[in-house]
């Protein structure tokens, strides 16, 4: 699986706009853009992908670089319940026996400031 | 919630003994996923079951075990356990196999190894 790069923490204040950077620079051109969440004491959650295109969702939007090396996690208005760990996965395409699978990196710790 | 179901939700244990781990899928979900989540190794893949087929193993040991039954549950056997293995165990279902169907995740299995 190609590989993610993400800072190992960030922070915001509440009701600001959080930008979660991820870096992929050897994804393939099938490789699907997946970010999931992972709030305190709870399961991953997923949170939003996408392909080639910019993809917007209620919980968060998507902005992927034109040469797709690179991917934003934007969340419009961090609230303290969106403290968690957000990790960015590539997924490979349908064709392997592998490509179901989620590969989880270390993730980002987000902490949101009241 | 997720409508993916866990049971048990603690597990404590002796080392050489065996359990297993049960999850209900969502409704209409043909793919359950198990992921292993420790605090050395992260979250990691263990293995994946479409309609009652293995279609991917991760880094599952040999002690451990899986299937999924006609419907659609799934159970994670483990066996001659180790200190090592105490984990969070999850267990996530999508309802197909493809990589841009988000996984939805139970809340987890917390086996605890004395």
């Known amino acids: 699986d190609a590989k993610t790069t993400q800072p190992n923490s960030m922070e915001s204040n509440e009701e600001e706009p959080v930008h979660l950077p991820c870096n992929h620079s050897?994804?393939?051109?099938?490789?699907?853009i997946h970010w999931y969440r992972q709030l305190p004491s709870q399961g991953p959650e997923y949170v939003i992908h996408?392909?080639?295109s910019n993809v917007n969702n209620r919980m968060a939007s998507l902005a992927i670089a034109e040469d797709r090396k690179s991917s934003t996690l934007i969340l419009h208005r961090a609230t303290l319940r969106d403290a968690a760990v957000y990790y960015c996965?590539?997924?490979?395409?349908?064709?392997?026996?592998?490509?179901?699978?989620?590969?989880f990196g270390q993730g980002t710790i987000l902490t949101v400031h009241p | 919630d997720s409508g993916v179901t866990q049971t048990p939700k603690h597990l404590i244990t002796a080392t050489g003994q065996r359990v297993t781990l049960r999850c209900s899928p969502r409704?209409?979900?043909?793919?359950v996923y198990w992921y292993q989540q420790s605090l050395d190794q992260g979250l990691q893949f263990l293995i994946h079951?479409?309609?009652?087929?293995?279609?991917a193993k991760g880094n599952i040991l040999e002690r451990f075990s899986a299937q999924q039954f006609p419907d659609l549950h799934s159970e994670l056997n483990l066996s001659s356990l180790e200190l090592g293995d105490s984990a969070l165990y999850f267990c996530?279902?999508?309802?197909?196999?493809?990589?841009?169907?988000?996984?939805?995740f139970g809340p987890g299995t917390r086996l605890t190894v004395l």
């Open positions: 996530a279902s999508s309802v197909g196999r493809d990589s841009y169907n988000e996984q939805f």
């Open positions: 079951y479409y309609n009652g087929e293995e279609r």
């Open positions: 050897t994804i393939s051109g099938t490789d699907y």
């Open positions: 996965i590539l997924r490979a395409n349908a064709g392997g026996t592998s490509y179901g699978k989620l590969t």
């Open positions: 996408g392909l080639t």
């Open positions: 409704s209409g979900d043909l793919s």
